[in-house]
């Protein structure tokens, strides 16, 4: 069998550290918005922040709808390829009534999240934040600054936790870096 483990070369953060980040956001996200019966949504990009949404929804203690939109930048590489693409959206008429809170796993670029903050205001959301484990802020094209954020990390390719490479990885309980030859093959 093939193990996984043996294609990461370091650990980046390990599970008990993303236990206390989700901790530390879900309490912020608590604090944030009260419990006024105002709809509050969690509302995921997949595939990569499942494991992160999955955390955070059970840690959040005030009420919350959750839903899930899928959208494609990256291709199948490592590079993202700037033109953001809805793959499956979210079918609620009336986002009116709602904050919304994107969950993500990581910026980039910014391009995937200025693009669906504008999206979601559009469609009416009364107001939109974004809430994403990692941040690479050195590698912006577009000016995004998250409003909850996990960890800023630096400029390497980090896979587990629900982020990928090529679609693999994603299990991983932890965030990793890959060996630079998994990817230049
Ligand atoms: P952005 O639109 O450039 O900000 O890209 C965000 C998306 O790119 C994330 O949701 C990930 O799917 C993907 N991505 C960016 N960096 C990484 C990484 O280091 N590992 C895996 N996926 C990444
Ligand atoms: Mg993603």
Not at 78 to 95: A, M, P, Q
Not at 158 to 184: A, H, N
């Amino acid at each position: 069998m093939h193990n996984m483990i043996d294609d990461i070369d370091y650990t980046l953060i390990p599970e008990e550290e993303i236990n206390t980040i989700v901790d530390r956001i879900a309490a912020e996200i608590d604090r944030d918005y009260d419990n006024s019966g105002r709809g509050l949504l969690l509302l995921a990009i997949l595939k990569g922040s499942v494991a992160f949404m999955g955390d955070l929804m059970k840690k959040i203690k005030r009420p919350v709808e959750i839903d899930f939109m899928k959208v494609s930048s990256y291709g199948s590489g490592t590079k993202s390829s700037g033109k953001v693409n809805i793959l499956l959206d979210i079918h609620r008429g009336d986002l009116a009534n709602l904050d919304v809170i994107v969950v993500e796993d990581i910026i980039d670029s910014g391009n995937t999240l200025s693009y669906l903050v504008d999206y979601l205001k559009l469609k009416g959301a009364r107001s939109v934040r974004c809430a994403t484990m990692l941040d690479k802020p050195s590698r912006r094209k577009v000016d995004f600054i998250p409003d909850y954020c996990g960890k800023e990390i630096p400029d390497v390719f980090v896979v587990g936790y629900g982020l990928d490479y090529d679609e693999k990885y994603r299990t991983l309980p932890f965030v990793g870096v890959l060996k630079p030859e998994i990817y230049s093959e």
